[in-house]
């Protein structure tokens, strides 16, 4: 006898092709696989799931799946609580983010956005998984297979393909629309920038930022300058958008 999966919550789009969206599904259970395995032999990464229902009590992903068990997976729901803990998974400290390469200029838009985005294309998903882990961190990728990975506590898989449609998604998810403080941190390294006086650096500044621009910030650990410009205020009507209470409703 098989054990029955139904699916909620926007979980019934992720499971592979040959299965029939929306419809209970009969898995054999002959391998008394965990609930996480059973799920995920379906192709859904347990980060994407948001509640579990085994035979009609809530339970986390450890569980054994017998004959004749049914389950039920529910998706995230916006916003989610990642300060909150749950059976799935414990709360976070903060809300930072780790970006993987396939979603890389996401990590720019959220830097400027002013969330913490941890970002580093040299590390393989061992070491994206381990260090979003050690962090505290939601890994954020289009890869599957990555947040599959038992290492793997908080993770989005991010279904946009433009890197602007990436953050309105990750900022509706988790209902961040209360938390972006645009242009307060750098671009380059994630490090919250500081204000600086114009005298200080005027001997960097090329001649038309000397004479048209008067306020300064900088990132001091790498260095590099920022000033208000047309690419800002092009970039802060696009933030602005994002913090819209139609934005927030998903309108």
């Known amino acids: 006898m ?14 592979r092709r040959w299965l029939a969206h929306g419809q209970p599904i ?12 059973l799920l995920e032999s379906l192709g ?29 997976a529910f998706g995230q729901q916006p916003p989610v609580d990642l300060l909150a803990a749950s059976l799935l998974r414990p ?19 959220l830097r400027m956005a002013g969330l913490d985005a941890f970002y580093d294309p040299g590390l393989d998903d061992v070491g994206l998984a381990e ?18 990975r038992n290492l793997v506590q908080h993770g989005h ?6 890197p602007i449609e990436q953050l309105a998604e990750v900022v509706r998810l988790y209902g961040l629309h209360d938390r972006l403080a645009p242009f307060s941190r750098c671009l380059i390294c994630n490090s919250l920038l500081q204000p600086v006086d114009k005298a200080t650096v005027l001997h960097r500044l090329q001649p038309l930022t000397r004479k048209y621009y008067d306020s300064f910030r900088i990132c001091r650990a790498c260095d590099k300058i920022y000033w208000p410009g047309t690419h800002r205020e092009r970039m802060a009507r696009l933030l602005l958008a994002l913090t819209s209470p139609a934005a927030a409703s998903g309108r």
């Open 131 to 148: 260090a979003a882990r050690q962090q505290g961190r939601v890994l954020l990728s289009r890869d599957r297979s990555l947040l599959r």
């Open 44 to 72: 859904i990464p347990h980060p994407e799931i948001g509640r579990l229902l085994l035979n009609g009590c809530e339970v986390s992903f450890a569980p054994v799946v017998e004959e004749g068990d049914r389950v039920e």
């Open 2 to 15: 098989p054990a029955y999966v139904v699916l909620h919550n926007g979980l019934q789009e992720l499971p």
């Open 91 to 109: 709360a976070l400290n903060a809300v930072r983010f780790a970006v993987d390469v396939n979603v890389g200029k996401l990590a720019s838009l």
């Open 26 to 37: 009969s898995l054999s259970v002959l391998r008394r696989p965990s609930v996480k395995d």
């Open 157 to 162: 898989l991010v279904r946009a393909s433009r």
